[in-house]
């Protein structure tokens, strides 16, 4: 039997990937369900771990979390939805199911920071504290979500020979980009194309952001600054990394990548606060 996923160059095999991980009263619970859980029980551990360290309330942000996960689903599927409106405007239906995928990171982070926002007034809290807090959590929870796309196969890259190129079996991956048609390879008579693991670069990319982030804390100067460094360094890898994609989302009818346009923004923004603001601080 050949393997579902193998990586040529680093001498490893799957054999078989399922992506259902156990059925629960005839109930199919998907991995990248499961991973998604565990980015969020990461992510809520960091940020209560901060919040002690830093005198706050650790159980408010169960809160916070409760609070912004609800909007960050919705606007993590209104962003992917909107901008693969030819996937679902003739299966309305289709946009209610979340458990194959199709969820945007970016559209969930400005869902959850317009909720938390709105929390954060209602409570009279400090939302710049908050959003420092939480923001080495989100990344941690990125670096751990960004698997569920392994399971599923999907959000890999073109061709490539490198170290880290990953091969998959074509009937099992869930859209075929005609750009690897011509790459496509046979072996004992399985039909595979040869991939950039992108979920592999954004995951390693982000686990690095949030080393980052744990070690500038003690070293911010104003309230935000922690999140304009996520912001930042989140934003520089998904500039890279989102152009080696094959299922990017465009604007419009162009080829423009529309994560790399809002990435390319919150680098620009997030440094040129920090710079403001750490001016101001002299």
Known sequence: MMPDIWFPNLNIEIDQLDPIMVTVF?????????????????????????????KQNPETYIDVLIVGLIAAIIGARLYYVIFSWDLYKDNLLGIFNLRQGGL????????????????????????????????????????????????????????????????LKVENVRYLPETLMDTMANYNGVDYIQVHPTFLYESIWN??????????????????????LYLFGYGLGRVWIEGLRTDQLLIGGSSIAVSQVLSGILILFSISMIIYNRNKCK
């Open 207 to 228: 686990l690095g952001v949030y080393i980052l982030l744990l070690i500038f804390w003690k070293y911010k100067k104003f309230e935000g600054e922690v999140f304009l």
């Open 26 to 54: 005839g109930i199919d619970i998907y991995w990248y369900g499961f991973i998604i859980a565990m980015g969020v029980i990461a992510g809520l551990v960091t940020a209560m771990t901060i919040a002690k360290k830093t």
């Open 104 to 167: 945007a990171i970016y559209g969930g982070v400005i869902g959850a920071l317009i909720a938390v926002g709105i929390y954060a007034k209602v409570k009279h809290m400090n939302f710049l504290q908050i959003i420092d807090t939480a923001g080495p959590g989100l990344i941690i929870g990125q670096a751990v979500g960004r698997w569920g796309n392994f399971f599923n196969q999907e959000a890999f890259g073109g061709y490539t020979d490198n170290l880290f190129a990953m091969r």
